[in-house]
């Protein structure tokens, strides 16, 4: 009855943890059959692999990659831009210290109006956003693209 119960707590962790990893362009390809069959033979295999070209369309870019954190729109020289950015978000830890004071009814021997003070010591986990990459595309068409070396998965 142990291992029953040790086995289905085990294929439960698996199943949720499955669900938080980011969909990778397979998977994006998958649920999407159709937009990937209407892309150029040339740029179906980058797809797969997560890579851009120029000249790609924005449904390849999508495939690819997924979809931008944010994107801006704009014109140079009369022409149509936009540029999509992929963000992350780094963890970084700094240790908090401090010290509060206050008031509270009942004083330091619970007899009346006093003063308390606490200290507090710990690590603050903060996330931190960067911008992971960056895709221009001039007249609906990637022109250019850009992102971190450090980064080992795709946006």
């Not at 150029?40 to 997560?50: C, D, S, V």
């Not at 970084?92 to 007899?111: H, L, Q, V």
């Not at 109006?113 to 990637?142: C, E, N």
Request: aromatic share 12%; glycine share 10%.
């Amino acid at each position: 009855m142990k291992n029953r119960f040790q086995i289905f707590v085990l294929t439960l962790s698996m199943g949720l943890l499955s669900q938080c990893t980011p969909p990778s362009a397979v998977d994006r390809i998958a649920r999407n059959p159709s937009v990937y069959m209407a892309q150029p033979k040339a740029h179906q295999p980058l797809i797969q692999r997560g890579e851009l070209a120029r000249g790609m369309s924005r449904d390849a870019v999508m495939l690819a990659w997924g979809r931008p954190s944010e994107s801006f729109e704009g014109t140079e020289k009369g022409v149509n831009m936009e540029r999509w950015n992929y963000l992350g978000s780094r963890t970084t830890y700094k240790d908090n210290f401090g010290m509060s004071f206050g008031n509270a009814w009942g004083g330091p021997w619970g007899g009346g109006p006093g003063m308390f003070q606490s200290f507090y010591y710990g690590p603050q986990a903060i996330r931190t956003p960067y911008q992971k990459a960056t895709v221009l595309f001039v007249r609906d068409k990637v022109e250019s693209w850009e992102r971190m070396k450090s980064a080992n998965e795709n946006p």
